[in-house]
């Protein structure tokens, strides 16, 4: 099949997706039957110029991450997300590849979460998707791109962040991420991708250097889920913090909670509603 076919691939589509399927909230005027460019271009994290660009076929070198986006967004299903990586001239990843989907099953349970802030890392901890409570709690990631995806350079080259952590904290977990990235990249040797995020971060930090030669940290002695926010506008908040893996696509899902009817509970709840408001601004 010749690259061309992708743009019109993907309207038709798009096309198809019920906007409520999808979390999209349609008015009872709505002509479209399914998604609208800029709905879609939102779902996936890119530019509604761009996916303009790609339908149009002006733009027909999508990124593996941009192709894996666009099928989680249009819940494509295993054989149409292989058929979109071919039609992007890419190679559908393989089982020595980190993966980076969303399977329709855990898309579903994402849903049900739609309302608690939700953010998705795959194996290497980078970036799969943060949901828009999770922007309205921790900030926009929207802009994030390269490294600025990935967790363990956020946290050992120390980039802003709201969660409030000690020192000694802030060093524990930093050991921690990479001694799980270090996990991950024996059972993934065959990755370039991830082994150029390794090169990457040796270049980029000492720190990095420094725990990915050191000893993995011994097992916690008094692990602890909560974890303390400092938002901007509501002041500090401390929730729950559970990150829970899907073993058979090496996921990392992290939910952020709060006991109901604290009022860390009305923080998160306020945080949520001026953050989501802002976002639709």
């Known amino acids: 099949m010749e690259a061309w076919e992708f743009g019109p691939t993907v309207r038709r589509w798009r096309d198809r997706v019920a906007p409520e399927a999808v979390g999209v909230q349609a008015s009872r005027r709505r002509r479209a039957t399914g998604l609208r460019r800029e709905e879609l271009a939102a779902l996936a994290g890119i530019s509604a110029d761009y996916l303009t660009r ?32 071919r039609l992007a001239g890419q190679t559908p990843p393989g089982p020595d590849i980190v993966p980076s989907r969303v399977a329709p099953s855990v898309q579903r349970l994402l849903d049900r979460l739609s309302h608690t802030p939700v953010v998705v890392y795959d194996a290497g901890w980078t970036l799969v998707l943060a949901n828009a409570p999770y922007e309205a709690l921790m900030g926009e990631t929207a802009t994030w791109r390269g490294l600025e995806r990935n967790a363990v ?18 060093a524990e977990h930093e050991a921690r991420l990479v001694a799980d990235l270090r996990l991950t990249v024996s059972r993934y040797p065959a990755d370039r991708t991830l082994r150029r995020l390794i090169t990457d971060l040796a270049a980029g930090s000492p720190r990095f250097t420094e725990l990915w030669d050191a000893e993995a940290p011994p097992p916690l002695a008094d692990p602890s889920r909560k974890k303390t926010i400092d938002h901007p506008a509501v002041g500090p908040i401390t929730l729950d913090c559970d ?20 009022e860390d509970a009305d923080r998160l709840a306020l945080a949520i509603v001026l953050g989501t408001q802002s976002l639709q601004l």
């Open 54 to 85: 790609l339908e149009q076929g002006r733009a027909s070198a999508p990124s593996a991450q941009v192709v894996e986006s666009l099928a989680r967004a249009l819940r494509l299903s295993d054989t149409e997300r292989d058929l979109l990586y």
């Open 153 to 170: 350079w956020r946290n050992v080259a120390r980039l802003p962040s709201r969660v409030v952590h000690t020192p000694q904290e802030q």
């Open 243 to 262: 990150t829970l893996f899907v073993a058979l696509d090496d996921l990392r899902i992290t939910v952020y909670t709060a006991e109901p009817g604290t």
